[in-house]
């Protein structure tokens, strides 16, 4: 697949999706400019609560900056980002994270030097924090939380079967351990959508399935997920909706087998 074969979709506005009006998560037109090119270029999306969204597409097409737009780590140039119905577009990312939008990243961000255990109580902690205020004044609230969030790290841990590994180090984690841990953080924060960049990267193969089967036990849950992957076969088998774009545009939506049957995506994508 060469950049020679891309072929920009006929539309420069997209649609968030045909369930965007019970969407937990929405975009609508949504532009991200680096100088004078433009990463996403008015694009809609949205994520309904229980469902699983694939962002596809080749080698910068965008896919990562929409993300990162959605998260808030870049600004936007245009258009509006709503999270249960409330405004987040110009929030910070620590403000949509307090609201429930929970973000991994392409390189995964473990705390090497923490064990798994102190990784999650920490992404727990990190929603509000124990001032010394607090532990002074109020130490029973205090011990009450850290006995709540302690046993929501096991529940966590329970679920994934990951207790064994409690006790090590991130460092000392594989790559497909690593990003269980990613996601496990997320969920300690109880969010309403997770926007997942590429997790299956560096994740070993026989481990792959284990992953998909995790995502689907979350999906169930009701939470909402946004997931940028390469692999199709994953893609194929996780999304209940597909998103391809190409030159920063949305250029099909739909099930995964109606977008690979598209000719404009296998043009722009299969190819």
């Known amino acids: 697949m060469s950049a020679a074969n891309l072929v920009p979709g ?6 968030p999706g045909p369930g965007a009006a019970d969407a937990v998560l929405v975009a609508q037109d949504v532009v991200v400019s680096y100088g004078g ?17 694939g962002i596809i597409g080749p080698n910068g097409a965008g896919k990562s900056s929409l993300l990162a ?54 992404a727990a902690e990190g929603d509000k924090g124990a001032s010394l205020k607090a532990v002074v004044l109020h ?5 009450e939380r850290e006995q709540a969030v302690a046993a929501r790290a096991w529940e966590v841990l329970r679920r994934f079967e ?9 460092r000392e984690l594989s790559g497909g351990q690593r990003r269980l841990v990613e996601i496990m953080r997320c969920l300690m924060r109880s ?16 481990l792959t399935g284990k992953l998909i089967d995790d995502l ?13 992957e390469h692999a199709l076969e994953v893609v194929r088998q996780l999304c209940d909706r597909v998103v391809v ?26 190819t």
């Open 69 to 122: 737009a959605l998260g808030g780590q870049v600004k936007r140039s245009g258009g509006a980002i709503t999270l249960g119905g409330q405004d987040i577009a110009g929030m910070l990312p620590h403000e949509r994270a307090r609201l429930g939008l929970a973000r991994t990243f392409q390189t995964t961000s473990e705390f090497g030097r923490m064990t798994v255990f102190e990784n999650l109580i920490t």
């Open 216 to 228: 689907r036990q979350i999906r169930a849950d009701g939470l909402g997920i946004m997931i940028v």
């Open 191 to 206: 969010p309403q959508v997770m926007l997942l960049d590429e997790p299956m990267v560096g994740v070993a193969p026989h």
């Open 139 to 143: 130490p029973r609230q205090t011990r």
């Open 37 to 53: 090119v433009r990463a996403v270029d008015q694009v809609s999306v949205s994520v309904e609560r229980g469902a699983i969204v």
């Open 162 to 170: 990951m207790e064994p590994t409690a006790d090590l180090y991130g």
């Open 245 to 270: 774009m190409a030159f920063g545009k949305v250029i099909a939506s739909g099930s995964f087998e109606e977008v690979v049957q598209d000719k404009t995506v296998q043009a722009a994508y299969l």
């Open 10 to 15: 006929s539309s420069t506005r997209s649609s």
